[in-house]
């Protein structure tokens, strides 16, 4: 996560879609940003907006006021994606370098699937509770570079894009059955909702872009480079 107060941008890291390239891109204009663990890493939006009150509260400088973007993928591709990652040396609770595909997602595993069957949605970090979009741009994984681009030259900000944190262990040598993607699917059906509607969203005009989206909060939390 990276707030950026001149260039006016919040970014929000979603897991597995490129957020470490994006992070060291625009570290340089960050001034607040969250390191260390993953669950610090990849906040959500409503939690960042109620987390860094002391910024948004400012006068001129509510949430409308800065562009709001992350990053979506395809559920079956993000699953596919934590798969991979989970296998590469030195991975923490590393996966068994046989274990296939639908053996990984019959396990339940921690990355799709939290404890008490709770599921682990990329939506519920560019949403609210009542699941209202709380984003101005969310960038379909595949479109990456070329809207990342876009985004940058809005901000009037020119840098490249690097590559970092990338899997090692190579593409699925078996494609995936149509029962399991089936699955899959229907487990994501609220990740799907959203990811299917992403160009009708980044489509919207500019002068809707900065529309407040966010009720302000009586809590207020310190905030500062984390």
Same mark, same amino acid.
């Given at each position: 996560?990276?707030?950026?107060?001149?260039?006016?941008?919040?970014?929000?890291?979603?897991?597995?879609?490129?957020? =470490?390239?994006? /992070?060291?891109?625009?570290?340089?204009?960050?001034? @607040? %940003?969250?390191? &260390?663990?993953? !669950?610090?890493?990849?906040?959500?939006?409503?939690?960042?907006?109620?987390?860094?009150?002391?910024?948004?509260?400012?006068?001129?400088?509510?949430?409308?006021?800065?562009?709001?973007?992350?990053?979506?993928?395809?559920?079956?591709?993000?699953?596919?994606?934590?798969?991979?990652?989970?296998?590469?040396?030195?991975?923490?609770?590393?996966?068994?370098?046989?274990? =296939?595909?639908? /053996?990984?997602?019959?396990?339940?595993?921690?990355? @799709? %699937?939290?404890? &008490?069957?709770? !599921?682990?949605?990329?939506?519920?970090?560019?949403?609210?509770?009542?699941?209202?979009?709380?984003?101005?741009?969310?960038?379909?994984?595949?479109?990456?570079?070329?809207?990342?681009?876009?985004?940058?030259?809005?901000?009037?900000?020119?840098?490249?894009?690097?590559?970092?944190?990338?899997?090692?262990?190579?593409?699925?040598?078996?494609?995936?059955?149509?029962?399991?993607?089936?699955?899959?699917?229907?487990?994501?059906?609220?990740?799907?909702?959203?990811?299917?509607?992403?160009?009708?969203?980044?489509?919207?005009?500019?002068?809707?872009?900065?529309?407040?989206?966010?009720?302000?909060?009586?809590?207020?939390?310190?905030?500062?480079?984390?």
């Amino acid at each position: 996560m990276l707030i950026g107060l001149e260039k006016r941008f919040v970014f929000i890291a979603n897991t597995k879609t490129g957020s =470490t390239s994006i /992070e060291q891109a625009l570290a340089q204009y960050a001034d @607040f %940003q969250h390191v &260390g663990t993953p !669950k610090r890493k990849h906040i959500g939006i409503r939690d960042v907006l109620n987390e860094y009150q002391c910024v948004f509260s400012q006068p001129g400088s509510g949430p409308e006021t800065f562009l709001k973007f992350g990053v979506m993928r395809d559920p079956v591709d993000w699953i596919v994606s934590w798969f991979r990652y989970r296998k590469r040396e030195g991975e923490h609770q590393r996966l068994p370098i046989d274990m =296939t595909l639908e /053996e990984f997602w019959e396990r339940r595993d921690w990355t @799709f %699937q939290k404890q &008490g069957g709770v !599921k682990n949605l990329q939506k519920t970090r560019f949403t609210s509770e009542t699941g209202e979009v709380l984003m101005d741009r969310i960038i379909p994984f595949p479109e990456l570079a070329p809207q990342f681009a876009a985004i940058c030259d809005s901000l009037g900000i020119k840098i490249p894009l690097p590559k970092a944190n990338v899997s090692k262990i190579r593409a699925l040598d078996v494609p995936i059955s149509v029962n399991l993607r089936r699955k899959i699917e229907q487990f994501f059906e609220e990740d799907y909702e959203l990811y299917n509607r992403l160009d009708e969203l980044n489509a919207r005009p500019a002068s809707d872009e900065r529309q407040p989206c966010w009720p302000p909060s009586s809590t207020k939390m310190a905030g500062g480079r984390r």
